[in-house]
């Protein structure tokens, strides 16, 4: 079975680099340490689906990173039938997204959970109908003003080192998790290296 990374966030060079976009990233960033190119999601052998994304193959494991070209609101409608496509098995999904609720940089990686009001998480659950969604949350800080415009807007130039050094650290997960595929020992080793990271920081 193939395992699916997602990333979210909104297609478009006027997003490029929000916070929003903090999952294509990751995801750009994984692809880019591995050598893979991303394609057109209509190139996708077997997939009848709707085609509005892209996706990066890797063979050793069988994988796809995926961007999905939908819009954070509409995540689902992509997620959703690859998820089918894939056989429907929610544990061999990861999606990486944005997390208001996370201080820039943060890390945590949760095998479920409720959308928290992010809505490309919140499009997901209601396609699939579970909560059991894993995800990898980065932290993009709370808004000192409206949430949608801290979301689509930039990193402060003091938050973008954090961000970059972030992006690498999630992709370091999930490299972990696709070779070993047990996503509980991989949450349990990142968690504990992510806090020492912290104290050593502070």
């Known amino acids: 079975m193939t395992r699916l990374v997602i990333g979210l966030g909104n297609p478009g060079p006027e997003y490029l680099g929000s916070r929003h976009n903090v999952g294509f990233e990751v995801v750009e960033h994984l692809a880019l340490r591995e050598g893979l190119l991303f394609e057109p999601g209509a190139h996708l052998d077997g997939y009848s689906g709707p085609n509005d994304f892209e996706f990066a193959r890797a063979h050793v494991p069988d994988v796809l990173l995926v961007r999905p070209l939908t819009f954070m609101n509409r995540s689902g409608d992509v997620v959703g039938p690859l998820n ?46 579970d909560e059991t969604v894993p995800r990898l949350r980065v932290g993009v800080g709370r808004p000192t003003t409206d949430a949608v415009r801290h979301v689509l807007g930039q990193f402060d130039a003091d938050e973008r080192p954090l961000i970059d050094d972030a992006v690498a650290r999630a992709a370091d997960a999930i490299w972990d998790w696709l070779q070993g595929g047990d996503l509980q020992k991989t949450m349990s080793r990142f968690h504990s290296r992510w806090s020492l990271d912290l104290k050593e920081r502070s």
């Open 84 to 129: 089918t496509w894939n056989g429907g098995e929610l544990n061999s999904l990861l999606v990486v997204v944005d997390d208001l609720d996370l201080d820039v940089g943060r890390l945590r990686i949760r095998s479920r959970g409720g959308h928290g009001g992010q809505n490309g998480m919140r499009s997901i659950i209601g396609n699939v109908e």
